[in-house]
C-alpha cells in the first residue's frame, strides 16, 4: 500500500527531530527499509532498528499500579492465573501490544500495560503516584497522565495468608464486623446443621450488625431486595465482580448449580448455595460459608466444593452442572 499526502508531520524517533513536507512512505510492515523524502537528503530508517530499541527496553522491572488488585493473565485476555495487590514487583520480559511479558516462577505470563510502572513508562491508568523517578530520558508518550512521586511503594507479594481488615463496611479489606459476624455465626446451629447454608449466610449478615430481625435474617432471600444485575454470571466471574467494585463486602449471594432448573429450594433437589462475600485479602476477593470449617475462601475453592454431591445427580445432567449467579442481597444496603 502507498500512499502520498501534504502536510506537517512530526515523526519522533529516539533522539531525532524531523520537520516533514510532501512526505511519501511505504508499507513499514513489509520489514523493507521505508524511504522518506524531505527537503533534506533522503533518510533511509530500518524497521529493525525500531524494534531493537524496543527490545533493548527488556528485560526491567516492574511495579504494579492499581487500587486493589491486577489480574495476572495467560494470555492477553486470557485465563486469570493470579492476581497481584499494589506495589507488587515483576521481572518484565517482553511487551506485545498493550501487554507486558513477564517472569511468573519461571513462566510467562501477562499484566496490562495500563496499571504497570516501569522505569520507563507510568502506568496510564496507575491510581497511585508513579513508583520511579521522573527523568527526561523515559521512552513514553503518557507521561502528562502520570502521577511522580519521590517515594517508591513498598515491594509486597501476592497472595499472602495475612487478613485485610478494616472497620468500613464498603472495604476494599474485610471489615471487622464481619468477622466478628462470622465467629459468632459459627456459634449457631445453622453452622453445625447440614445444608443450612441460606441460614448461616443470613446469620453472619445479622450478627455483623445488618438491621433486620433475627427471625428474617435467616431467611434473606425474604428479608432483602434482591439484585439480579449479575444474574446468569458464571460463579468464576464473582471474582472479578469483587475486583471491579460490583461486590461490596457484606452482600449474600446465591448460586444455582443448575441454573435453568427450578425451583431453587425443593428440598430434594438442593442443588444451590448461599455464601457471602466478605472482602479483598491482600489482593484477593475471599468468600464466607459453611464449607471447610467456616474458613475464609477464595471462590475457587467455593467452585470446587459445588462441583461434587448431589449436584452430579442425573436429573442434572441436562444443565450441564454449571454454576450460575441467581441474585446477589445486600444486608448492609442502609449503611453504605
Not at 52 to 80: D, F, H, K, M
Not at 181 to 187: F, W
Not at 232 to 253: E, T
Not at 284 to 302: C, Y
Amino acid at each position: 500500500m502507498n500512499c502520498k499526502f501534504t502536510c506537517l508531520i512530526l515523526v519522533l524517533i529516539p533522539g531525532i527531530f524531523l520537520c516533514l513536507s510532501d512526505a511519501s512512505a511505504q508499507n513499514p510492515f513489509d520489514g523493507r527499509p521505508v524511504s522518506i523524502k524531505v527537503i533534506s537528503p533522503e533518510i533511509k530508517i530500518d524497521p529493525s532498528e525500531i524494534k531493537q530499541y524496543v527490545q533493548n527496553l527488556y528485560p526491567c522491572e516492574g511495579t504494579i499500579n492499581c487500587r486493589y488488585a491486577q489480574n495476572v493473565r495467560s494470555g492477553p485476555w486470557g485465563e486469570i492465573i493470579t492476581t497481584f495487590k499494589p506495589g507488587t514487583k515483576v521481572t518484565i520480559i517482553g511487551k506485545e501490544d498493550k501487554w507486558y511479558i513477564i517472569n511468573l516462577n519461571g513462566k510467562k505470563a501477562y499484566l496490562h500495560v495500563s496499571l504497570v510502572d516501569t522505569p520507563h513508562t507510568p502506568a496510564y491508568d496507575g491510581s497511585r503516584p508513579y513508583a520511579y523517578k521522573q527523568n527526561s530520558n523515559q521512552a513514553n508518550t503518557n507521561t502528562s497522565t502520570s502521577k511522580p512521586s519521590a517515594s517508591k511503594p513498598t515491594t509486597t507479594t501476592p497472595s499472602s495468608t495475612t487478613n485485610t481488615s478494616n472497620s468500613d463496611i464498603n472495604g476494599p479489606g474485610i471489615p471487622d464486623c464481619l468477622l466478628k459476624g462470622i465467629a459468632e455465626a459459627k456459634k449457631t446451629k445453622w453452622f453445625t446443621t447440614k445444608d443450612k447454608c441460606l441460614q448461616y449466610a443470613g446469620t453472619i449478615a445479622y450478627k455483623a450488625g445488618a438491621k433486620v430481625s433475627s427471625g428474617n435474617s435467616i431467611y434473606p432471600h425474604n428479608a432483602y431486595k434482591p439484585d439480579k444485575t449479575l444474574r446468569g454470571s458464571r460463579i468464576m466471574d464473582l471474582k472479578q465482580a469483587a475486583i471491579d467494585g460490583i461486590l461490596k463486602p457484606g452482600m449474600l449471594i446465591h448460586v444455582k448449580a443448575a441454573y435453568d432448573k427450578d425451583p431453587a429450594y425443593n428440598p430434594s433437589t438442593n442443588a444451590h448455595h448461599w455464601f457471602m462475600y466478605v472482602g479483598m485479602q491482600d489482593g484477593v476477593p475471599m468468600f464466607a460459608d459453611t464449607q471447610n470449617k467456616g474458613n475464609l475462601q477464595t471462590i475457587e475453592n467455593v467452585n470446587r466444593i459445588m462441583s461434587g454431591g448431589r449436584i452430579l445427580q442425573d436429573q442434572y445432567k441436562n444443565y450441564g452442572n454449571i454454576r450460575r449467579v441467581s441474585a446477589v442481597y445486600d444486608p448492609f444496603a442502609d449503611q453504605r
